[in-house]
């Protein structure tokens, strides 16, 4: 069980076209799920939390007009990259909380979704 | 804010045992993970924490002094495809844990 999805694996994609990634949890709900940014050799960044209903919740300097997320269902949450640019070329992952019992999450991490921008 | 550090890389022998450790200043403490990481790959949970002591989970060992702000990841036995990054994560007051920069480990023969 806590599987999630990511499509697409990877993309590449000209500079200033937009690029949606989409994040799904297959076999449970989660109402909070989380976009990372995570560049060669450096620790996982959070770039906001995605919660179904509601607007997400940006981090410090994650401009959120550029990183369109939209939480629709309990399963999907999506991560739009407008106007791409190369300094966007990153690795995004996407992680879903689930339950480890006595009221306790741990996140379950999407395979990733490797992004180049030409 | 939250501050953890934890090495940058280790190298260990095949068959051997490894201890991977991580130090944190957090305000507020909701638990300590440590998650697996191969290249190019997406993180995978592996130990949760939240009261001192170890935990304990096949070759995997998870150890937490909350006083002292430390934990280790103890890797028995070591195996080539032990070979990843090793993610200490700490949930503070909010809930969503923050993460170190990671541990490459290196096992050869």
Same mark, same amino acid.
């Given at each position: 069980? *806590? ?10 994609? !000209?500079?200033? %076209? ?9 076999? #449970?709900? &989660?109402?909070?799920? #989380?976009? @990372?940014?995570?560049?060669? !050799? ?13 607007? *997400?919740? @940006? ?6 007009? !550029?990183?369109?997320?939209?939480? &629709?269902?309990? %399963? ?15 690795? @995004? ?14 996140? @379950? #991490? ?5 992004? %180049?921008?030409? | /804010?939250q501050n953890i550090d ?5 190298? $260990? ?5 490894? =201890?991977?450790?991580c130090t944190y200043q957090t305000s507020g403490f909701n638990g300590l993970f440590w998650?697996? =990481?191969?290249?190019?790959? $997406? ?6 924490n939240?009261?001192? /002591? ?10 937490l002094?909350r006083?002292?702000g430390?934990s ?6 070591? =195996?080539?495809?032990?070979? $990843?990054?090793?993610l200490c994560a700490v949930s503070g007051g909010?809930?969503i844990p923050t993460f170190g ?9």
């Amino acid at each position: 069980g *806590a599987v999630v999805s990511q499509h697409p694996s990877w993309v590449i994609c !000209k500079s200033g %076209t937009s690029v949606k990634i989409e994040c799904r949890s297959l076999d #449970f709900q &989660a109402t909070t799920m #989380f976009w @990372y940014r995570q560049f060669p !050799k450096q620790s996982l960044m959070l770039m906001a939390t995605s919660n179904e209903g509601s607007k *997400a919740t @940006y981090e410090q300097g994650v401009e959120k007009d !550029k990183f369109l997320i939209n939480h &629709a269902s309990l %399963t999907l949450s999506t991560l739009t990259v407008t106007s791409a640019h190369p300094e966007d070329s990153s690795f @995004y992952i996407c992680s879903a909380s689930h339950p480890l019992g006595e009221g306790r999450d741990t996140q @379950y #991490f999407g395979p990733g979704t490797r992004l %180049t921008v030409l | /804010g939250q501050n953890i550090d934890q090495p940058t890389e280790m190298t $260990a022998t095949e068959g051997a045992i490894v =201890q991977i450790n991580c130090t944190y200043q957090t305000s507020g403490f909701n638990g300590l993970f440590w998650y697996q =990481q191969h290249a190019g790959e $997406a993180p995978t949970f592996l130990s949760y924490n939240v009261l001192d /002591g170890l935990e304990e989970k096949g070759r995997f060992s998870s150890f937490l002094s909350r006083s002292k702000g430390y934990s280790y990841l103890l890797l028995k036995e070591l =195996q080539m495809k032990d070979s $990843a990054s090793y993610l200490c994560a700490v949930s503070g007051g909010s809930y969503i844990p923050t993460f170190g920069r990671g541990t490459s480990l290196i096992v050869h023969p």
